[in-house]
């Protein structure tokens, strides 16, 4: 199947503009890191710099898009928030929506034309559930700004249909993939910068030492597959030495993190893609000798983001063993875990309310009450950990069955899309994509990174790169 022509971008014929705008917008970034806000010099350079790069060229911004929300904190990006009525538009949503306003244009002019897809479908459905909660909400008489936080995360999904458009040009592919990677070594960085100059979020625990919480690393976890695996495919346009000093960057900002989930998720999305490959490559007792190189391979990188972040005083290799076992009580007595799990089981009784609340939650802004064992006292808040079950909460059995099916359908056909692939980059981003996905699967039974925080943009990036994939590249036979 032939793709549409998209028409010709600006930026093609002035790459020097991107280069220049995009390792601007770094910098700024960089100096976000270190003194936790900018001063108003440095916010007008960079809305001054996103005003020149959205002239037109849908694809930079949406590379400086996805640079910007990883770069620049929460805290950043609220500072320079400006309300139209009661919506509050912070540079990466300002970004997001020109990009909708670009495909839009295209859309009139009858070039920005998508096929119909599984995931496309699934995304729509989620949306109109999501605009079900958020009416809900409001009638509800729940928070007004919690309600509409709930919304614009879940409305980070409908990226996927500007990506769609985006993604039919292979240089697009190659230009927002690049800035994906980027964005996730700038978040690997600001986590460990953070771990020196210490702030909200950086603490020390007592049994397993210095922990930085930060929603970046879960990005971090991404480009950590997307590096590791080009390394592993030995891809040329990959440098060895670079590309080994960013996985132990972002492996030391995981190893940071001490979130157990999301080592949890990495070892899976690591076997999944491992298994992918070694499936396409028709796996058998002669081929044992690849198989423990690349495991290996993960071995050496792990021990060396460990060796890193214990050479540089952060954390030692004492502290990440006992966060791994049990001298800080094991998973069996983390009281995190157990507030997990009663924060679940109150959703649960909840929804037994009616079948009406069971088929479709409570709505957006909803607050649950029950003991944290962690903080020992009650609360009463809309947030739980755990994306199926916040999404459970708020949109009922339909909108959680609906978000498993689209991760459970992004990890199969990204799985089939390694079998069946004769393009050696179509099979390294579609080992990537099996990585991310399952990791994300796995991470978002425990924590709600796929609903709740501000990255679902990403997450709709993915999938469109997935099924943009499926319709470009031809199949074996």
């Known amino acids: 199947m032939q793709s549409q022509k998209l028409p010709v971008l600006k930026s093609e014929k002035k790459p020097g503009l991107t280069v220049a705008g995009l390792a601007v917008i770094s910098v700024i970034a960089a100096a976000g890191i270190v003194t936790e806000t900018l001063p108003l010099a440095g916010a007008i350079a960079a809305f001054l710099i996103t005003a020149f790069m959205i002239m037109g060229y849908a694809a930079e911004t949406t590379a400086l898009l996805f640079l910007v929300q990883v770069g620049f904190t929460t805290v950043f990006l609220s500072s320079m928030r400006v309300y139209a009525g009661p919506l509050a538009v912070t540079p990466d949503t300002a970004l997001m929506l020109w990009v909708f306003m670009l495909w839009f244009f295209a859309l009139a002019d009858g070039e920005g034309g998508y096929r119909r897809t599984f995931s496309g479908a699934v995304i729509k459905l989620l949306m109109i559930l999501s605009v079900i909660a958020f009416i809900r909400g409001l009638a509800g008489g729940y928070e007004p700004e919690t309600v509409i936080l709930f919304l614009k995360s879940m409305a980070g999904y409908l990226f996927f249909f500007p990506c769609m458009w985006l993604l039919r040009k292979q240089r697009n592919i190659k230009l927002l993939t690049a800035a994906f990677a980027a964005a996730s070594l700038i978040a690997g960085l600001w986590v460990i910068a953070k771990g020196f100059v210490g702030g909200e979020g950086v603490y020390v625990r007592a049994t397993t030492g210095l922990r930085v919480t ?22 040329n346009k990959v440098p060895v030495l670079p590309g080994a000093a960013a996985v132990l960057i972002m492996g030391a900002s995981l190893l940071l993190g001490q979130s157990r989930a999301l080592w949890v998720a990495v070892a899976t999305g690591f076997m999944i893609s491992f298994i992918a490959d070694f499936s396409r490559t028709g796996f058998r007792g002669g081929r044992l000798a690849p198989m423990v190189s690349r495991i290996l391979l993960v071995a050496v990188f792990a021990a060396g983001s460990i060796a890193f972040v214990s050479a540089a005083g952060l954390l030692s290799a004492a502290d990440v063993a006992a966060r791994s076992g049990t001298a800080d009580g094991g998973f069996a007595g983390d009281v995190s875990l157990w507030a997990r799990f009663l924060s679940w089981w109150e959703i649960l009784r909840t929804l037994q309310s009616s079948p009406f609340t069971m088929l479709l939650g ?58 069946s692939s004769v393009s050696k980059t179509v099979i390294l981003l579609a080992l990537w994509l099996t990585a991310s996905f399952t990791a994300l ?21 993915l999938f469109a790169l997935m099924e943009t994939l499926k319709e470009k590249e031809p199949s074996k036979g």
């Open 214 to 235: 930060s929603r970046e690393i879960n990005v971090t976890m991404l480009g950590l597959f997307l590096v590791g695996i080009a390394l592993w495919k030995k891809e």
């Open 362 to 419: 409570t709505g957006y802004g909803y607050e649950i009450m029950y003991f944290r064992p962690d903080l020992l006292s009650v609360v009463s808040i809309p947030y739980v950990d755990g994306s199926f079950f916040q999404i459970l909460l708020n949109s009922g059995l339909l909108g959680m069955v609906l978000l498993a099916l689209l991760y459970a359908r992004g990890i199969a056909d990204s799985f089939r899309l390694v079998l």
């Open 441 to 461: 699967t796995v991470a978002a039974l425990s924590s709600s990174l796929i609903t709740n925080y501000r990255f679902s943009c990403l997450w709709a990036f």
